[in-house]
């Protein structure tokens, strides 16, 4: 991008991407650096498709250089506005450029697509997240440990505006951000309480472990989606025999997308305890 802005060439843009991985910030770096501060009000325009909003005037007609539609969330425009919105891209290409923001590229049209110069934005990685967390965190005086710093990255999965969005929250309701903090904030099971679940799940008799689960769950308000999530890397690190992790995994897999169908918690919860009691009873068999 920062070459087509050099030579004075930059064609339609379509950014594309997870959300809070730079998309919106990137391309208004790149016209606060294509029009001074006096300009940048009559010819950058930025619309957001998927908010209802008064009907906006801004002319697309010549002047000296060219103007700039900043159109965020495209894949919000059904397929008959993004199909008018290509008559108005090829009518006035000559002093208008384009850039489309959305994060799911599958949901904008083919013809937009062929007429846009696209560039993916995937999630951030840590090593670009932590110094950006730490600015943030030294301008405003925010008390954060080492492990907390760690869950913010972990829990925002890339995602920036994520991560600020529960260091903030985090520091107003607790103060002091740390591992335990960030976690109760964002309503998500501590990793000792993981390690708890998969202990009765493994060692203790069906009814007790539903029990005890049940009573974690209703005491933190915890999801079995994000407790499902959480249990899935703790497979991966615990060392079952291959094929009986493969089986342990197949049925999560079943149990995830029936929660995602909507089905019953509590039945789900079953499930998983189930699935991890054949496990058990798999391995005392092979040994």
């Known amino acids: 991008v920062q070459r087509f802005i050099n030579e004075d060439r930059l064609p339609h843009l379509l950014l594309y991407g997870p959300p809070g991985t730079g ?19 009559s010819m950058v325009l930025e619309v957001r498709m998927g908010w209802r909003q008064p009907p906006l005037f801004f002319s697309l007609f010549k002047r000296k250089g060219f103007k700039l539609v900043i159109l965020d969330e495209a894949d919000a425009m059904t397929q008959d506005a993004q199909n008018a919105l290509r008559r108005v891209i090829e009518k006035f290409t000559e002093n208008t450029r384009f850039c489309l923001i959305c994060n799911y590229l599958s949901k904008i049209i083919p013809a937009l697509q062929s007429r846009c110069t696209r560039f993916r934005f995937g999630p951030l990685t840590p090593e670009l997240m932590v110094p950006r967390l730490q600015h943030v965190i030294q301008e405003e005086g925010v008390d954060v440990t080492e492990d907390g710093m760690k869950a913010l990255v972990t829990l925002s999965s890339g995602d920036m505006r994520r991560a600020l969005n529960i260091l903030q929250s985090t520091t107003m309701a607790f103060g002091k951000v740390t591992e335990e903090s960030v976690y109760t904030c964002t309503g998500h099971p501590l990793k000792s309480d ?15 472990a539903y029990r005890k689960i049940m009573e974690l769950k209703t005491l933190k308000g915890l999801a079995l989606q994000d407790i499902l999530t959480e249990i899935h890397l703790f497979v991966h690190r615990v060392d079952f025999p291959p094929s009986v992790r493969i089986q342990l995994l197949i049925k999560m ?27 058990r009873d798999l391995i005392v068999a092979e040994a």
Request: glycine share 4%; net charge negative.
């Open 23 to 41: 998309k919106t910030s990137t391309i208004l770096a790149c016209a606060k650096q294509l029009y001074r501060e006096r300009e940048f009000g």
């Open 194 to 208: 993981i390690a708890n679940i998969l202990d009765w799940m493994l060692n203790q008799d069906f009814s007790t």
């Open 253 to 279: 897999a079943d149990i995830e997308y029936r929660l995602a169908a909507g089905t019953s918690e509590k039945i789900q919860l079953s499930s998983l305890i189930a699935a991890f009691q054949v496990t």
